[in-house]
T-cell receptor
Framework: ETGVTQSPTHLIKTRGQQVTLRCSSQ?????VSWYQQALGQGPQFIFQ???????GRGNFPPRFSGLQFPNYSSELNVNALELDDSALYLC?????????????FGNGTRLTVT | KQEVTQIPAALSVPEGENLVLNCSFT??????LQWFRQDPGKGLTSLLL?????REQTSGRLNASLDKSSGRSTLYIAASQPGDSATYLC???????????FGKGTTLSVSS
């Protein structure tokens, strides 16, 4: 059973640039969620995709957007990067609703914005 | 608005000790509560998930309890080992059932 994989593992970008982060969900999982974790903080929910549709969004501006593909892999796109976007970005997959199924997290992408 | 608090923020114990990590949440209308472990610079590993109808879950040396009415959960670790050193996070499901709301975690250090 393949777990959740994220790429790249590390990334350095300049303020104002755009970035795309990728996630392959665990085999059989149809729900993908993205979280942002700043240093010393708990993860903050960005959004969730279920069968290619966004079905929940946290308190993040529209420059954070995402996609889920038919194979349930996912992308997180961030436009007009700001210094405060520097964080660990975590992808998690689950089988159906988060209410009943545990989330399985990848190792994250460490984004640094300079 | 749901808020999750974890106490203590950091904990150091000698190997072999039993210990308890605490988690509290402000809104008792939760669907489930999940405990995670995070090693430095890594993702989260799910340890235990307690459904709102359950009172506790056990996995090996770990036992998690849930008291919805008081808005509390505890993670009990028996016979701690240096390999248990990590940050432990608890999280509850939001009202919409789509997102986990996390505490800031408790960083545990077990010395040999």
């Amino acid at each position: 059973e393949t777990g959740v994989t994220q790429s790249p593992t590390h990334l350095i970008k300049t303020r104002g640039q755009q970035v795309t982060l990728r996630c392959s969900s665990q085999s059989g999982h149809n729900t993908v969620s993205w979280y942002q974790q700043a240093l010393g903080q708990g993860p903050q929910f960005i959004f969730q995709y279920y069968r290619e549709e966004e079905n929940g969004r946290g308190n993040f501006p529209p420059r954070f957007s995402g996609l889920q593909f038919p194979n349930y892999s996912s992308e997180l796109n961030v436009n007009a990067l700001e210094l405060d976007d520097s964080a660990l970005y975590l992808c998690a997959s689950s089988l159906d609703s988060t209410r009943h199924s545990p989330l399985h997290f990848g190792n994250g992408t460490r984004l640094t914005v300079t | 608005k749901q808020e999750v608090t974890q106490i203590p923020a950091a904990l150091s114990v000698p190997e072999g000790e039993n210990l308890v990590l605490n988690c509290s949440f402000t809104d008792s209308a939760i669907y489930n509560l999940q405990w995670f472990r995070q090693d430095p610079g890594k993702g989260l590993t799910s340890l235990l998930l307690i459904q709102s109808s359950q009172r506790e879950q056990t996995s090996g040396r770990l036992n998690a309890s849930l008291d919805k009415s008081s808005g509390r959960s505890t993670l009990y670790i028996a016979a701690s080992q240096p390999g248990d050193s990590a940050t432990y996070l608890c999280a509850v499901i939001n009202q919409a059932g789509t997102a986990l709301i996390f505490g800031k975690g408790t960083t545990l250090s077990v010395s040999s």
